[in-house]
């Protein structure tokens, strides 16, 4: 698992597919390679001060650290955008909630291959 850096992945997670849960929310897509899964990790300022939004962002990380490898699958860019919430929640029901949000972005098939610019007839755009 790599971490996500560049604003632009983010924003292209933006646009894919939402799955909520009562800690965090969790945003994907599906990247065009096959490279291993990515995740990023945002926490605005509306949750806390810097102490606290560090916490959420240290308890994020570490519920993907250990989220079983084959959960998060290659060519996905995954973000995890923090609420107030996950600074009560125990660490097992964080992982649940992770368990559970990944289910539902995979299971319902939301993740597509993206498809190339082009018009309704599959034609490339020139």
């Known amino acids: 698992?790599?971490?996500?850096?560049?604003?632009?992945?983010?924003?292209?997670?933006?646009?894919?597919?939402?799955?909520?849960?009562?800690?965090?929310m969790l945003q994907a897509r599906r990247r065009p390679d096959t490279?291993?899964?990515?995740?990023?990790?945002t926490v605005s300022?509306?949750?806390?001060?810097?102490?606290?939004?560090?916490?959420?962002?240290?308890?994020?990380?570490?519920?993907?650290?250990?989220?079983p490898a084959d959960r998060m699958r290659a060519g996905h860019d995954y973000?995890?955008?923090?609420?107030?919430?996950?600074?009560?929640l125990?660490?097992?029901r964080l992982a649940a909630e992770l368990d559970g949000a990944l289910d539902s972005l995979h299971r319902e098939h939301r993740l597509r291959r993206p498809q190339p610019a082009g018009d309704q007839n599959g034609e490339q755009a020139r």
């Open 35 to 41: 490279g291993p899964p990515r995740v990023g990790f």
């Open 45 to 67: 300022k509306k949750v806390g001060n810097a102490v606290e939004r560090n916490r959420v962002r240290r308890r994020l990380r570490e519920m993907a650290r250990l989220a």
């Open 90 to 92: 125990p660490f097992a």
């Open 79 to 88: 973000v995890l955008i923090g609420r107030r919430a996950a600074l009560a």
């Open 1 to 24: 698992m790599e971490r996500m850096r560049q604003r632009a992945d983010y924003l292209a997670a933006a646009a894919g597919a939402k799955a909520s849960a009562g800690a965090f």
